[in-house]
């Protein structure tokens, strides 16, 4: 089992940042891809980005590429989401889930491990 707690989260103006962080507890972090994903009100859950266990393959989400970094640090069993640029559609509920890949993926079902979710809200 692996335990996944996310912090970070807030209000933030637009065009300003947030950074998000992904706390891993459990089964060896190194050997998982960790990835972000949120969900807005009325919306299906959508991927963010994924880093693979070693960090060298990364994946972004079109609509975050460029404003958003994801990176790890495997001796503190942690993931994180650098977010700059925010936008009002970035409001949402931001998962960070752990997968048993290689690669990044941004296949929502090859994430065995989910966290409880952190809210970001960025205001006009």
């Known amino acids: 089992q692996v335990q996944l707690v996310e912090s970070g989260g807030g209000l933030v103006q637009a065009g300003g940042s947030l950074r998000l962080s992904c706390a891993a507890s459990g089964r060896p972090f190194s050997i998982l891809t960790m990835g972000w994903f949120r969900q807005a009100p009325g919306k299906e859950r959508e991927f963010v980005a994924a880093?693979?266990?070693?960090?060298?393959?990364?994946a972004y989400a079109d609509s975050v590429r460029g404003r958003f970094t994801i990176s790890r640090d495997s001796a503190k069993n942690t993931v994180a989401l650098q977010m700059n640029s925010v936008k009002p559609e970035d409001t949402a509920l931001y998962y960070c889930a752990a997968a048993y890949t290689t690669q990044a993926t941004s296949v929502p079902s090859r994430y065995v491990y989910w966290g409880q979710g952190t809210q970001v809200t960025v205001s006009s």
């Open positions: 880093i693979s266990w070693s960090g060298g393959s990364t």
